[in-house]
């Protein structure tokens, strides 16, 4: 029974990956990330369970006969820091699905 050896590794080991995986989200939803917009005069905090906590304005930036530019800043920012929990979400959890061949695109 050769196999069976090989396949209790195998299922070890996939254990141990989904605990790793696991993991790893855990660490990620707890980060923190920043976006900016207009050099800093916008800035948007997001965790990574991509909800926004915190949204800064500087002063300077807040003109009533402009609230188009704001609101495109706000936009702006808030965009970059999805993108960048995204980015890392992405590179995070790829480590453990590189080189895995699964069927209908899972990974």
Not at 59 to 76: F, G, H, R, S, T
Request: hydrophobic share 35%; charged share 30%; no cysteine.
């Amino acid at each position: 029974m050769r196999g069976g050896g090989n396949m209790n590794k195998m299922m070890k080991q996939m254990q141990k990956m989904q605990k790793d995986m696991m993991k790893a989200q855990e660490e990620l939803q707890e980060m923190s990330f920043e976006g900016t917009a207009g050099g800093g005069m916008v800035k948007v905090t997001a965790n990574g369970k991509k909800e926004i906590t915190d949204i800064q304005l500087n002063e300077e930036v807040v003109d009533p006969d402009d609230l188009e530019m704001l609101q495109d800043l706000i936009l702006a920012a808030t965009n970059d820091v999805l993108k960048q929990v995204e980015d890392k979400t992405n590179d995070t959890m790829g480590q453990f699905t590189k080189g895995l061949n699964m069927p209908g695109g899972m990974f």
